[in-house]
């Protein structure tokens, strides 16, 4: 004989042991004692938060032989004994998933009328209530319109919108909530306890948040480590089963992202992919976490109620965390990394997708407030702008003579996307820079329009310019991301996207390393092919355009990332 499953075994038996919803438990004791119970009740909330347990307890106090009320249902009269073993003829369990039609209603209709063979009342429970056919609750509407004396229903869902308002207004309704986590672990130590086991609380911390409020997933889940082996069920057990993360490995990426090192985040991420461990879970894990120091950080007084389910621990943690950073920028980093645990289903490379969120998120957490008074000079003296730029007015094109427009992209190189497109005119070269970092946002979207992700987080990493004539030099960190940009189709491009921006043609020059150098040797052969007077270069106009500290720390794991460009 198959075992018992453990949610099964311990199905509450009485309303006490109904977990986290008192406020339904209470109700009904007090309808049941003042002789008030109705002919229909409806239960809505999320699965395994005690609705259909809850419906047979109603089944057992309504019918139970106790003369004392208040004791009911006391689990020892036959009828108790009969519901709890499934024998009871009086309580049908209807899934409404599987008989959904109207001829299964009209049976039920038709047997409505005849009398209890065992207890006082006939109990239906009708089981996903919302899977019903237009016409099934057409055929059930005229029942519990005038229904026999001796019958109650009970009406269970997990989303009532979809329940007909001609039903929902012949029911009194209850909504379960889910159950806070710390009530999870509590019933879960209970249940080891009788059972003769035992578990970490790091363990039991982490079943209760995989649950996301359901008992019964909870309990389920813990029987399933039951089985996995060894006395104790420890929280490397359920990451293993789960295939989630640990909490502590959740709360140091919380640690990088407000220290700005996106380093040793880009680190942690390789690390668990490595391991096997899915990303989109941890996009996730890292969205939820982030919530907690969000509310933390601007939910003032109601801060604690919310997060009611946090530990002593954790709760100082995310605390002391929540000081540390900004809520407008933590704002944008949760919208950033959920966007990306959804674009993550779809994606060829959802490592690289949740890394450039991850760059994306800690810019937005560590970006100071006021940029130009804090951050380095560049050596023309103008101040040194972070990576992601605010637009802001570019300065005016000198009028001087007017020169070609930029050639059409070839076929295969992708559309570019114009940004701001300026005359014909030539541009001073320190206007250039200017010019670039002013539209650099707008160009690396364009770039990753025309191109994809693997061009942007390329160009996200360049360290320096130089702008001399219509030269644009380009020196990045790391080789790999010099590669990429210089593939003809994304050269193209990027060459385009700067052309039309400050009209007129122009060539890019890659090279690697934090300073753009030997401009005067690299630009004349360059004239020489164009049949231009070589001589003194000019003075060229450079900028650093990665001075965000997000890139900065990201150089040292940099190959991790633009490995999979």
């Known amino acids: 004989m198959a075992a018992q499953a453990l949610y099964r075994r311990w199905r509450s038996q009485t309303f006490d042991e109904v977990v986290g919803q008192e406020h339904v438990t209470q109700t009904l004791r007090n309808a049941l004692r003042d002789g008030r119970m109705t002919h229909a009740y409806l239960f809505t909330g999320p699965r395994g938060t005690g609705k259909t347990s809850t419906a047979r307890l109603l089944a057992k106090a309504v019918n139970c032989e106790n003369p004392d009320v208040s004791l009911r249902p006391d689990n020892r009269c036959p009828i108790c004994l009969a519901i709890t073993s ?109 059972e003769g086991r035992a578990a970490e609380p790091a363990a039991l911390e982490m079943i209760a948040r995989s649950a996301e409020g359901g008992m019964r997933d909870a309990i389920s ?75 933390s950080r601007v939910g003032g007084q109601q801060a604690g109620a919310i997060l009611v389910d946090l530990s002593e621990t954790q709760l100082a943690a995310v605390q002391a965390q929540a000081k540390q950073v900004d809520a407008a920028g933590l704002t944008g980093a949760v919208r950033l990394l959920n966007q990306a645990s959804q674009e993550m289903r779809d994606a060829a490379q959802p490592q690289l997708t949740l890394e450039l969120a991850w760059l994306d998120a800690v810019a937005r957490v560590t970006a100071p407030a006021s940029p130009a008074a804090v951050l380095p000079a560049s050596p023309s003296g103008q101040p040194v702008q972070p990576a992601a730029w605010q637009s802001q007015p570019a300065p005016p094109p000198a009028p001087v003579a007017s020169r070609p427009a930029p050639a059409a992209s070839p076929a295969g190189a992708g559309d570019s996307k114009p940004m701001t497109p300026r005359a014909a005119t ?41 702008a001399q004539g219509d030269d644009i030099y380009f020196a990045f960190e790391h080789d790999l991301s010099r590669q990429v940009v210089e593939r003809p189709n994304n050269k193209t491009v990027v060459e385009n996207l700067i052309s039309q921006l400050l009209g007129r043609p122009v060539h890019i ?44 720390h990201a150089q040292q794991t940099l190959g991790a990332v633009a490995s999979k460009l």
């Open 509 to 552: 020059h890659c090279q690697v390393g934090s300073q753009v150098t030997g401009i005067a040797s690299a630009a004349r052969p360059e004239r020489a092919e164009r049949n231009e007077p070589a001589g003194e270069a000019p003075a060229a106009a450079t900028d650093d355009l990665t001075t965000d500290p997000v890139v900065r």
């Open 221 to 295: 889940l813990m029987d399933q480590l039951l089985s996995y082996g060894g006395d104790v069920i420890t929280e490397q057990q359920v990451q293993a089963v789960r295939g989630t993360i640990s909490g502590q490995a959740i709360s140091q990426m919380v640690d990088f992202m407000a220290a700005g090192d996106a380093a040793s985040g880009l680190g942690l991420i390789n690390q668990m992919a490595e391991e096997g461990i899915d990303l989109r879970q941890l996009a996730l894990q890292l969205v939820a976490y982030l919530r907690t120091v969000l509310v």
């Open 86 to 194: 499934g024998a009871l003829l009086d309580l049908i369990e209807i899934d409404a998933a599987s008989n959904r039609g109207i001829d299964e209603i009209r049976d039920l209709r038709d047997k409505v009328h005849f009398s209890p063979s065992q207890a006082r009342f006939k109990v239906y429970v009708i089981d996903e209530v919302h899977m019903l056919t237009p016409e099934a609750f057409n055929a059930l509407l005229k029942t519990l319109e005038e229904p026999p004396p001796h019958v109650i229903f009970v009406l269970a869902t997990t989303e009532p919108h979809k329940i007909p308002d001609t039903v929902l207004s012949r029911c009194q309704r209850f909504d379960f909530r889910r159950i806070p986590a710390y009530r999870i672990v509590e019933r879960l130590s209970y249940i080891l306890e009788q």
């Open 426 to 466: 030539a541009v001073p070269d320190q206007q250039v820079v200017d010019l670039l970092r002013s539209q650099w946002t707008a160009l690396l979207q364009a770039a990753e329009e025309a191109r994809g992700a693997s061009l942007r987080g390329a160009l996200r990493t360049l360290r320096n310019v130089v």
